[in-house]
């Protein structure tokens, strides 16, 4: 079993930045695909980034690309997600999650390649 705890989150003015990051217990965690979702009010939990066991493939999605850089650290077994000039569309609890696959490729965007959850953290970007 494996338990995820985001921290980090809090409000910020837009074009500010914020560095969340992940917890993670259990001696596998630097087997697994790592990755970040986030879920605004009224929307679905959508896909934002992804990281695989080495740190050697990164995943971003569209609407963050160039501006959030997603590391991880296996020997403190955190992954962090780094997070530049924010805008008021980027508000949304985040989620940490865990798939227990090294690198699960193009299917990172998928909710359902991943088997462990943490319980999300308050991003607020005010414009």
């Known amino acids: 079993q494996v338990q995820l705890v985001e921290s980090g989150g809090r409000l910020v003015q837009a074009g500010g930045s914020l560095r969340l990051s992940c917890a993670a217990s259990?001696?596998?965690?630097?087997?697994?695909?790592m990755a970040w979702f986030r879920q605004a009010p009224g929307k679905e939990r959508e896909s934002v980034a992804a990281?695989?066991?080495?740190?050697?493939?990164?995943y971003y999605a569209d609407s963050v690309k160039g501006r959030f850089t997603t590391s991880r650290d296996n020997a403190k077994n955190t992954v962090n997600l780094q997070m530049n000039i924010l805008k008021p569309e980027d508000t949304a609890v985040y989620y940490c999650?865990?798939?227990?696959?090294?690198?699960?490729?193009?299917?990172?965007?998928?909710?359902?390649?991943?088997?462990?959850w943490g319980q999300g953290t308050q991003v607020t970007v005010s414009s």
């Open positions: 990281i695989s066991w080495s740190g050697a493939s990164t």
């Open positions: 999650a865990a798939a227990r696959t090294p690198n699960v490729g193009l299917g990172w965007l998928q909710r359902d390649k991943y088997d462990y």
């Open positions: 259990g001696r596998t965690f630097s087997s697994y695909t």
